[in-house]
């Protein structure tokens, strides 16, 4: 019964946006692309759902949308769900501001690097039941229009849950989370000269034995911070002395010498140890801080 | 690493000590904790109905806090302070990078591309095949490459690990598996420390495993994600962990080694020869020296080939050269890539890489390559946004400093309760 009133309300909720969407002219527009997705939430192409992350009443930054991508399937096969978002509302006079959880860093690292120099439709914001928008005047740009994108908890170095096998059994996704396979996917530097800021939480414990250096439960600073290369490492807060290096806020990579991937910054380190991966339903944990940032310089 | 494991338990001992003194202090009566400040979100209502956060920007200024060094503390900056500082900085690092165009990149922006190696090196958690884990356990895997491309053999070796350096170890067995279709075809792979199939010495408990995936029926005509899980036992406790690497077994198109160049428009044009065997989308990359061995560009060609023999063009650009003082004749080095198929899984079939010299260009007399920058639509677009963008955080900021409206300032953002 919850689930008919929760499609019902679903529905509903589609139906409205499309009633009242036409958003077109000079707008700037957040879009929030999350993470690994197992529990299903977020109606794909429908973006006006925000069950991802939380209540859609929240602030998160000027004209919100949240991409829904399915969060299960391989990057490549569901990444389509990404680029119509980016045409929707990144195209014609039309600007985004990126936020993006944990999978949703690798989303559009590889939206960016694979497509970024494509030609793109521009289109009107009003998207159908499929979350494609119309075209405006059948003319094309190259690549879209984004001014830069704040990542939380990014994995778009991999996690070591997925290297150990402990989400084999659930999806597709988890074989692309493998850190070298994760790292192989793209090129991480080239992001069309955008800047991503990085917000890495360090509160985890659950996994400290399969996850090195500090870890938000699921992902590892060598993935939250961008720290390049074709595996992880142990990297940690200042003062830890069991990690291969500290990993700097800025562009300044590690102390042990490994950069990051270019255009990224850390923008937030958690030296209090006080923020995990999880949305908790209601913009939780690392999500929380890029939301605050959103709503700070997204406008 | 053994010494560096065993010093690190010295260390442990150490800071243990100091934490049970630390956690004496901390608790000793009369020492507050101390008190977290507010959410981002604002608490429930009495309602009972989700809270609401109306309170995303708040007009009074956060408290001025003095500075750890005892410093006149910095007055708190204003949202659109904050946004101005956001907007000049995403123009200028904008209008830096792009004096050179994508395809074209200083390579000091691959730090992890320099060459076509991918060599893989990774320190695990012991988890049991029960699933618990063995904190004090390690296990160190290496691999040769990430991507294995037609005939390439696959080396691995895997240690055991603890706070007192490399433990006695077995490897009980191993086994490749095609991704996703796991364990419908396996073939077993022999991990050895006897010296031999690429074991560098016998008995140091680094255990060694030799993989042609060419040579195995299971990997025919196969593209795409492989696995192989090891099963090792060490300490008393048996552990299952996995390599992971990219197989192409037939490979797409070849580089014939022709190459031709040309100044076309200040900028060097170096035309590669493929002989393609699968029309389709390619991605390629190009490494380019100077004269003088310095590591110089990582140029890309980014477009459909179709089927027979045909040339990739890849720029070294103009401005690039003379910015870094590029001496010629330009050596020419590490080409790779993969035909990309969009949408799909595997999204790629891998070139065998060419690792090493290729080519070395013609020498030419100075001047011969542009100073100018990149310009295209795209800078142009992103350059006007940018510009309008810092315009008016400009304007907002002189507003606020006028009075002419309210200074406001960010949320608050720490940590949930």
């Given at each position: 019964?919850?689930?008919?009133?929760?499609?019902?309300?679903?529905?509903?909720?589609?139906?409205?946006?499309?009633?009242?969407?036409?958003?077109?002219?000079?707008?700037?527009?957040?879009?929030?692309?999350?993470?690994?997705?197992?529990?299903?939430?977020?109606?794909?192409?429908?973006?006006?759902?925000?069950?991802?992350?939380?209540?859609?009443?929240?602030?998160?930054?000027?004209?919100?949308?949240?991409?829904?991508?399915?969060?299960?399937?391989?990057?490549?096969?569901?990444?389509?769900?990404?680029?119509?978002?980016?045409?929707?509302?990144?195209?014609?006079?039309?600007?985004?501001?990126?936020?993006?959880?944990?999978?949703?860093?690798?989303?559009?690292?590889?939206?960016?690097?694979?497509?970024?120099?494509?030609?793109?439709?521009?289109?009107?914001?009003?998207?159908?039941?499929?979350?494609?928008?119309?075209?405006?005047?059948?003319?094309?740009?190259?690549?879209?229009?984004?001014?830069?994108?704040?990542?939380?908890?990014?994995?778009?170095?991999?996690?070591?849950?997925?290297?150990?096998?402990?989400?084999?059994?659930?999806?597709?996704?988890?074989?692309?989370?493998?850190?070298?396979?994760?790292?192989a996917l793209y090129n991480h530097n080239t992001t069309r000269s955008k800047?991503?800021?990085?917000?890495?939480?360090?509160?985890?414990?659950?996994?400290?034995?399969?996850?090195?250096?500090?870890?938000?439960?699921?992902?590892?600073?060598?993935?939250?911070?961008?720290?390049?290369?074709?595996?992880?490492?142990?990297?940690?807060?200042?003062?830890?002395?069991?990690?291969?290096?500290?990993?700097?806020?800025?562009?300044?990579?590690?102390?042990?010498?490994?950069?990051?991937?270019?255009?990224?910054?850390?923008?937030?380190?958690?030296?209090?140890?006080?923020?995990?991966?999880?949305?908790?339903?209601?913009?939780?944990?690392?999500?929380?801080?890029?939301?605050?940032?959103?709503?700070?310089?997204?406008? | 690493?053994?010494?560096?494991?065993?010093?690190?338990?010295?260390?442990?001992?150490?800071?243990?000590?100091?934490?049970?003194?630390?956690?004496?202090?901390?608790?000793?009566?009369?020492?507050?904790?101390?008190?977290?400040?507010?959410?981002?979100?604002?608490?429930?209502?009495?309602?009972?109905?989700?809270?609401?956060?109306?309170?995303?920007?708040?007009?009074?200024?956060?408290?001025?806090?003095?500075?750890?060094?005892?410093?006149?503390?910095?007055?708190?900056?204003?949202?659109?302070?904050?946004?101005?500082?956001?907007?000049?900085?995403?123009?200028?690092?904008?209008?830096?990078?792009?004096?050179?165009?994508?395809?074209?990149?200083?390579?000091?922006?691959?730090?992890?591309?320099?060459?076509?190696?991918?060599?893989?090196?990774?320190?695990?958690?012991?988890?049991?095949?029960?699933?618990?884990?063995?904190?004090?356990?390690?296990?160190?895997?290496?691999?040769?490459?990430?991507?294995?491309?037609?005939?390439?053999?696959l080396r691995m070796t895997i240690a055991c690990v603890s706070g007192k350096?490399?433990?006695?170890?077995?490897?009980?067995?191993?086994?490749?598996?095609?991704?996703?279709?796991?364990?419908?075809?396996?073939?077993?792979?022999?991990?050895?420390?006897?010296?031999?199939?690429?074991?560098?010495?016998?008995?140091?408990?680094?255990?060694?495993?030799?993989?042609?995936?060419?040579?195995?029926?299971?990997?025919?005509?196969?593209?795409?994600?492989?696995?192989?899980?090891?099963?090792?036992?060490?300490?008393?406790?048996?552990?299952?962990?996995?390599?992971?690497?990219?197989?192409?077994?037939?490979?797409?198109?070849?580089?014939?080694?022709?190459?031709?160049?040309?100044?076309?428009?200040?900028?060097?044009?170096?035309?590669?020869?493929?002989?393609?065997?699968?029309?389709?989308?390619?991605?390629?990359?190009?490494?380019?020296?100077?004269?003088?061995?310095?590591?110089?560009?990582?140029?890309?060609?980014?477009?459909?080939?179709?089927?027979?023999?045909?040339?990739?063009?890849?720029?070294?650009?103009?401005?690039?050269?003379?910015?870094?003082?590029?001496?010629?004749?330009?050596?020419?080095?590490?080409?790779?890539?993969?035909?990309?198929?969009?949408?799909?899984?595997?999204?790629?079939?891998?070139?065998?890489?060419?690792?090493?010299?290729?080519?070395?260009?013609?020498?030419?007399?100075?001047?011969?390559?542009?100073?100018?920058?990149?310009?295209?639509?795209?800078?142009?677009?992103?350059?006007?946004?940018?510009?309008?963008?810092?315009?008016?955080?400009?304007?907002?900021?002189?507003?606020?400093?006028?009075?002419?409206?309210?200074?406001?300032?960010?949320?608050?953002?720490?940590?949930?309760?």
């Open positions: 019964m919850k689930r008919v009133l929760a499609a019902a309300l679903s529905t509903l909720a589609a139906a409205s946006v499309f009633a009242f969407a036409p958003e077109a002219g000079a707008t700037n527009y957040s879009l929030w692309i999350h993470g690994r997705n197992t529990s299903g939430l977020g109606a794909q192409g429908n973006y006006a759902d925000f069950a991802y992350w939380g209540p859609s009443s929240y602030s998160a930054g000027v004209n919100k949308k949240s991409v829904n991508w399915g969060g299960v399937d391989r990057i490549s096969p569901s990444n389509y769900r990404v680029r119509d978002a980016l045409d929707c509302f990144c195209t014609g006079s039309n600007w985004c501001y990126i936020a993006a959880h944990s999978a949703g860093d690798a989303q559009i690292g590889y939206t960016l690097a694979m497509y970024g120099g494509s030609s793109r439709y521009k289109k009107n914001a009003v998207a159908n039941s499929s979350g494609v928008c119309g075209n405006v005047d059948g003319t094309t740009q190259v690549g879209w229009n984004i001014k830069w994108i704040d990542v939380a908890a990014g994995a778009g170095g991999g996690s070591e849950l997925a290297d150990a096998g402990e989400w084999f059994v659930s999806d597709n996704l988890t074989a692309d989370l493998v850190t070298t396979t994760t790292r800047w991503l800021y990085r917000f890495a939480g360090a509160s985890g414990t659950l996994y400290s034995g399969l996850l090195p250096g500090q870890d938000d439960e699921v992902v590892s600073y060598h993935a939250a911070g961008g720290v390049s290369g074709t595996s992880g490492g142990s990297f940690c807060n200042p003062g830890d002395w069991f990690c291969d290096g500290d990993l700097y806020t800025g562009s300044n990579g590690t102390s042990s010498g490994r950069p990051l991937w270019s255009y990224q910054t850390v923008d937030f380190r958690d030296d209090g140890e006080s923020y995990n991966h999880y949305t908790n339903g209601s913009w939780g944990g690392i999500v929380g801080k890029v939301r605050a940032d959103m709503v700070t310089y997204a406008y | 690493m053994a010494e560096q494991v065993g010093a690190r338990r010295t260390i442990w001992i150490g800071v243990a000590a100091l934490a049970i003194v630390a956690l004496v202090l901390l608790l000793w009566p009369g020492r507050e904790p101390s008190k977290p400040t507010s959410p981002v979100v604002g608490s429930a209502s009495t309602s009972g109905a989700p809270a609401v956060a109306t309170a995303d920007k708040v007009v009074a200024p956060t408290p001025f806090t003095a500075a750890p060094d005892g410093s006149a503390p910095e007055p708190p900056k204003t949202i659109w302070q904050l946004r101005l500082n956001r907007a000049q900085q995403t123009l200028d690092k904008y209008l830096e990078s792009t004096r050179y165009p994508p395809h074209s990149r200083p390579i000091s922006e691959m730090p992890d591309l320099q060459t076509t190696e991918r060599r893989v090196e990774k320190q695990l958690g012991f988890r049991k095949k029960n699933g618990t884990k063995r904190g004090d356990l390690r296990l160190n895997l290496t691999q040769s490459s990430q991507r294995i491309i037609a005939d390439e053999t350096g490399i433990e006695p170890s077995t490897v009980l067995s191993a086994r490749s598996e095609e991704l996703p279709s796991r364990g419908q075809t396996q073939t077993p792979i022999a991990f050895v420390d006897d010296g031999s199939h690429g074991d560098e010495k016998a008995g140091d408990q680094v255990w060694t495993a030799l993989f042609q995936p060419a040579t195995s029926a299971q990997f025919n005509g196969y593209n795409g994600d492989v696995q192989v899980p090891v099963e090792i036992r060490c300490s008393g406790d048996e552990a299952l962990t996995y390599f992971n690497f990219f197989y192409t077994a037939n490979v797409p198109a070849r580089f014939t080694g022709k190459v031709r160049e040309a100044v076309e428009k200040g900028s060097l044009a170096l035309y590669l020869e493929l002989e393609v065997k699968k029309a389709g989308w390619y991605k390629l990359d190009l490494r380019v020296d100077d004269a003088n061995d310095t590591r110089l560009a990582f140029t890309s060609f980014d477009a459909e080939l179709p089927v027979g023999l045909h040339e990739a063009r890849f720029v070294l650009f103009g401005k690039l050269i003379v910015d870094y003082a590029a001496q010629p004749p330009f050596k020419l080095r590490d080409l790779d890539g993969y035909r990309f198929v969009a949408d799909t899984s595997p999204d790629r079939e891998y070139l065998k890489p060419t690792a090493g010299p290729i080519y070395t260009t013609k020498t030419y007399p100075a001047g011969t390559f542009s100073d100018a920058e990149w310009t295209s639509e795209e800078k142009d677009r992103n350059v006007a946004e940018f510009t309008k963008d810092v315009k008016e955080a400009k304007e907002k900021v002189a507003d606020e400093q006028s009075g002419k409206i309210p200074k406001e300032y960010p949320p608050s953002s720490a940590p949930p309760k």
